[in-house]
């Protein structure tokens, strides 16, 4: 692993990326630590930290602790994660973006500034949810209509330019910008969490290693299985060349959806409980806080379910089979046994279907599961599956986009 970094090091347009990235990464941390004017800090990390709260406490998670320090970037990236899965089920739903987004770039440069729109509509809405909760828990004694300007204001403008700070380092990083952002909010809060296992038993602790080593594990394990259907080509003449027939086979990942499931799942479940946030009074919403709350029993069963309909909906934005059967079809490409065309397209649509089934069922396992345990084991943090699986699916994803810099150049990747 070091050696491969070292490699990496070693190619310039790499150090650059990486330079970049970093650098990017420096400034949504800085930004974390810096608090909106007129915010008593002190109460709000009361009001978050209690039980009451727990669904804050989960945004913190998300948000690196800025929610804590009620920063310029308290409201995280999650705006842009809610309005992204509210324009791919719209895509889905209305024929006209769907024929925007087979434009090609042009039409999905489109859907991106839908989605930065609805993205900044979004912030702002939630900057005014949060700027009246916290008045009403006496974090901003001073609310006059001035500071209430100002401090929507700039939430709203802080997760503008994190939604900018992703794309750029999608753009001139190493990619996954929005994911990387993710990933940079839930590590930083580790380490203090590590501190905190100081005041559990060693028995206790050995069993939450070990938990998290298995749990790290089998999520490699998933994320890199793959079925692989052959291809054979024949032979066709284009012009006066005779292009040779050859085989070779088509990757369908178990978990083509990667963790974009668990995020848009964590997203939408938030929407519930925090909005229970700014009505505690009324029973409904009453009950939502103690059904719904993120280590109720209410909130993994959601959660599970929310995962699976994900996993399976996001695997069909990604993999269409009766475009990749025509593809096959244009090209000579044909499965040995199966007819081109249609058939083609039922084939994979079946053998996608049974594939995708056993990864929605694992990735709802590991983000119930551990929460389970940490709940029973009295764990004094939360890092659930939801971020362990978030921090291994980024960091392969990150690893896997290298190592395609180093193959180029004839080094030896992270992944072998």
Known sequence: MLASLANAWKIPEL???LIFTMSMIVVYRFGSHIPVPGVDIGAVQNFINQGSAGVLGFLNLFSGGALTRFAVFALGIMPYIT???????????????????REGEAGQHKIT?????????????????YTVLFRQQGAIPNLGALNFYEIVITLTAGTTLLMFIGELITQRGIGNGISLLIFASIVS???????????????????????GIVVIAGIVLVQEGQRRIPIQ???????????????????????????????????????????????PDLGPMAWMQVHLGPSSWGFL??????????????????FDPIERANDLKKYGGFIPGIRPGKPT????????????????????????????????MNVPFYFGGTSILIVVGVALQTMKQMESQLLMRHYEGFLK
Do not use: W
């Open 189 to 211: 809060g580790l380490l203090p969490g590590i501190v905190k296992l100081q005041t559990m038993g060693i028995v206790s602790i050995l069993v939450i290693i070990a938990i």
């Open 15 to 17: 150090r650059k990326k």
């Open 233 to 279: 080509y024949a032979k066709r003449q284009i012009g006066r060349r005779m292009t040779t027939g050859g085989s070779t086979y088509l990757p369908l990942s178990i978990n083509m959806a990667g963790v974009i499931p668990v995020i848009f799942a964590s997203s939408v479940l938030m929407l519930i409980p925090t909005l229970a946030q700014f009505f």
């Open 345 to 376: 397209a039922i084939y994979l649509d079946k053998v996608l279907t049974r594939l995708t089934l056993p990864g929605a069922i694992f990735l709802a396992a590991i983000a119930v599961l551990p929460n389970i345990l940490i709940s029973v």
């Open 301 to 318: 069963v959601l959660e599970a379910i929310f995962i699976i309909g994900f996993t399976y909906f996001y695997t069909a934005v990604q």
């Open 113 to 129: 500034q839908y989605t930065r729109y609805l993205t900044v509509a979004l912030a702002l809405a939630q900057a005014v949810g």
């Open 83 to 101: 309005a992204s899965i509210i324009l791919q089920l719209m895509t889905m739903a209305f024929p006209a973006l769907k024929e925007l987004a």
